[in-house]
């Protein structure tokens, strides 16, 4: 077995440590109430949209940061240990949600014409604020406990590490479907 299958192994079994007890229902509640929190806040369907949407583009920026974190833990550019890692990314989060809120009229613009588009819908962008909602919670569990537990593997250091990203986030995304799906946003 390859190193690259080792750490793909490894990858596999602390999501599945992580997703095989996970209750849908309470996963919903969460989501439903968010998103009921965040209608509440709005007064038009449209800053409703505009709410969700600046919510998906802060989880995505936090994806993109994610991924650089990553390669420079596994690539050895900083320390591959969870502290360091959850304070850079507390830090880095702060200053996203700075950028996203001085450019949300920017941002505000680009979304209006998508909400035009007969697939853009209520029960889609519902969709998408939990997928990315729950891709963001689950990706900074996985570090956690994927650091905690195999910041030592020999392994780490002799891999692909594009496509042990890759990797990692095709996995995440498994896993949420699986949780998303189950869910209602009607």
Same mark, same amino acid.
């Given at each position: 077995?390859? #190193? ?6 490894? +990858? ?12 849908? %229902? ?13 209608? %509440?806040?709005?007064? &038009? ?9 600046? #919510? +998906? ?14 390669? @420079? ?7 591959? @240990? ?19 809120? @001085? ?26 604020? @939990? ?5 963001? &919670? ?12 195999? %910041? ?12 042990? +990203? ?10 949420? &479907? ?9």
């Amino acid at each position: 077995m390859t #190193n690259q299958q080792v750490v793909n192994k490894m +990858i596999e079994a602390t999501l599945f440590q992580l997703t095989s007890n996970v209750n849908v %229902a309470q996963f919903e509640d969460v989501i439903q109430k968010n998103l009921h929190d965040k209608q %509440a806040q709005t007064t &038009s369907t449209t800053q409703f949209f505009d709410a969700l949407m600046l #919510n +998906i583009v802060y989880f995505l920026e936090n994806k993109q940061l994610w991924e650089q974190q990553m390669e @420079a833990m596994l690539t050895g550019k900083q320390t591959l @240990a969870v502290d360091v890692f959850e304070q850079e990314v507390l830090s880095a989060q702060m200053h996203i949600r700075e950028k996203i809120h @001085a450019q949300q009229a920017a941002y505000v613009e680009q979304f209006h014409p998508q909400y035009d588009n007969p697939e853009f819908t209520e029960e889609s962008v519902r969709y998408e604020y @939990a997928f990315e909602s729950l891709a963001h &919670s689950l990706r900074a569990d996985f570090t956690s406990v994927f650091v905690r537990k195999f %910041a030592n593997s020999p392994a780490l250091l002799h891999i692909d590490v594009a496509e042990t +990203i890759r990797i990692m986030n095709g996995t995440i995304e498994y896993y949420v &479907s699986n949780i998303v799906n189950g869910m209602s946003f009607r």
